[in-house]
């Protein structure tokens, strides 16, 4: 295999993921396209994860491994592992989640024929611990035929509540040329993959959505990808304004501004939140007196909260299973990958 070239090249950043390797690790060999290499960057972690990623290189010849001396974060530990990707296609895997096996087998046909450079598939979410309810990363934004991505709908993600949300979760299959020297970008500790996608789009690559979740996405309480915090918004925002001046392109300065008001908001909001959070509770009125129109946003968030956790204590005492396909979702008896499960059954 040293000197031959797969089609695919799995990369997966991993930080203190020892619990959860081995499964990431057999859902990439498992799969039905078998041409394929693992390169795994083990992020200098105090677990057991390099031992349990020396084993399976033992194990199998299409595993690769580095391990950092220094933790310099997952856009940094990707970057470490593109540089040794020899693939004509490039996957981005997390050293916590799982896949179908038959994922990145329907993902390059896909893309072949649709003349892609970058395809994506919705993402089921799932725990070791009960969930409220089961859901994809998308939910009602997931597209029912496949869907070319425009500059819109990269910038303005999570941003427009009509848009497509979470675009940035999607762990997509893409082209390595077409990479050039694109990388992530070592500033950012969330959103990175966000940022990627859309100078993708701004190089112009053909980024599309296909209609079939196939990947499943492991919701903890270690994960931080979803859990932005107001630092986080800022280098965000910071990216943002530099691609801006690069780019020169009144299309992307008009929906950057869009995007950036958006980020402003929800950084206020976030402090307003940690104050709470930390009772502060004067700082946090202070704040309210100032920005009233955050309160109703505050509330919600507290009574989500609230409704998350009823939802999840009733699931302990009984679970609706739900029949979860490549193409979609059906209900019907069978088992929900979404709820509890560490291992996915699928039909």
Known sequence: MADSRPQVSVIMASRNAAAYLPLAIRAV????????????IDDASEDDSWAVIRAAVAADPRIRAQ????????????????????GEWVAICDSDDSQHPRRLEMMLNAARDLAADVVADDMILFSGQPMARGATILGRHAPKAARMLNLKDLVLSGVDPEGISHIGYLKPLIKRCFLNDLRYDPRLRIGEDHDLYLRLVLAGAKMWVLPMAAYLYRRHVASTSYRNVPRDLTAQMGVLDNLVQQQARADLAELAHVRRRALLRRHAQLELARDVRVGRLGRALRRAVMRPDHLPWLASVLRNRMELKVQAAASRLWRRPQRWRLGGRSDGAGVSPCLWMQTARWI
Not at 29 to 40: G, P, R, Y
Request: aromatic share 0%; proline share 3%; hydrophobic share 45%.
């Open 67 to 86: 391990r950092r001396s220094h933790s310099g974060g997952p856009a940094i530990a990707r970057n470490d592992a593109l540089a040794l990707a020899r």
């Open 29 to 40: 060999l498992a799969q039905t396209l078998t041409d394929l290499e693992l390169i795994i």
